[in-house]
Nanobody, 133 residues
């Protein structure tokens, strides 16, 4: 059974940092691109970042570029999202998502990605990030 179990998140002041983790099981983690997606209160889903199977290629949404860093540890079956210089606009529920196809960036083209299909992919349970003073 595929599982994506998230941890991290919480309440942080503007300018602060948080790290999200997503531990995978039930599939060959090192064969799949992974994504981070978020949903702010009252808004739709927004793609945040993606990482290749070996971690040597990362893509970021413009709104987080230079502040967030995606990484992965294939020995630990875990993908991370390091978030620095957090802003109130980063307040959202964050989800990690597995690509449906091995060795493919199904939702990425030309350095940018779209939100993975919620109904046909495996998603983590979500974790709340609140940036507020």
């Amino acid at each position: 059974e595929v599982q994506l179990v998230q941890s991290g998140g919480g309440l942080v002041q503007p300018g602060g940092s948080l790290r999200l983790s997503c531990e995978a099981s039930g599939f060959i983690f090192s064969s799949y691109w992974m994504y981070w997606v978020r949903q702010a209160p009252g808004k739709g889903l927004e793609w945040v970042s993606s990482i290749s199977v070996r971690g040597n290629t990362q893509y970021y949404a413009d709104v987080v570029k230079g502040r967030f860093t995606i990484s992965r540890d294939n020995d630990k079956n875990t993908v991370y999202l390091q978030m620095n210089s957090l802003e109130p606009e980063d307040t959202a529920v964050y989800y990690c998502v597995k690509d449906p196809a091995a060795y493919k960036a199904t939702y990425c083209l030309g350095g940018s990605c779209s939100v993975p299909d919620r109904n046909s992919n495996y998603w983590g349970q979500g974790t709340q990030v609140t940036v507020s003073s």
